[in-house]
């Protein structure tokens, strides 16, 4: 990969950053992000406890898919191990995206699925967003276990923690992550008026290649 895409990808990683905070996605220093680089071998992500407000590209470290360290000055983040067991996993994804969103987090909290009750992020996700057994944060035998949990899912719930998100490219997996947090709002507030239905799945399956494979400028 050519210095100038590594370039692009850093800043993108440090925008979306801004963004995940900006947007409430996280607070303070929780969180991360990171791209899978085109040769495949490593990924670019977030650094360990730096304010996204004063991150640099600079400050973002490239990581091999084996854990080794590429490049970079500071320690990378603390759940580096499951981006990379999720890249070693899945060749469709691209970049990974951790938030600790207030509804979705509370519906991780206390163990229950967001259901699909938006067409628009329902379709983007492809149904219901799942809880995973638990897992320890922090620690480096965990990423084998959350990448196993994911499957093919494009998001799943991290139990009393948060959202772990993925997609082909850093802006699908940023929007993921949005479309969790949605769902949860959404699934909130619809139970403070009354029984909601989900919808239909083969609805959800129309939609979900009607979003990512005919929608937009192709």
Sequence with gaps: ???????????????????????????????????????????????????????????????????????????????TPVHLAIYRARADVGAVVHTHSPFAAAFSAVGAPIPPLSSEWGGFLGGAVRVLDYVPPARSDTGEAVADGLGADRAVLLPHHGVLAVGETLKKAFQAAVAVEESARLAYLASRLGKAEPVPEAELRRLYDFIHHRYGQR
Excluded: I, Q
């Excluded at 990969?1 to 950053?17: D, I, S």
């Excluded at 977030?46 to 600079?58: C, I, K, L, N, Q």
């Design 1 to 79: 990969m050519g210095a100038a895409g590594l370039a692009e990808l850093r800043e993108e990683l440090v925008r979306l950053a801004r963004e995940m905070l900006k947007t409430g996605l996280v607070s303070g220093t929780s969180g991360n992000l990171s791209g899978r680089t085109p040769d495949e071998t490593s990924c670019l992500v977030t650094p360990s406890g730096v304010d996204y407000e004063s991150m640099r590209p600079a400050d973002v470290v490239e990581v091999g898919l084996d854990g080794s360290l590429r490049s970079g000055r500071l320690e990378p983040s603390v759940d």
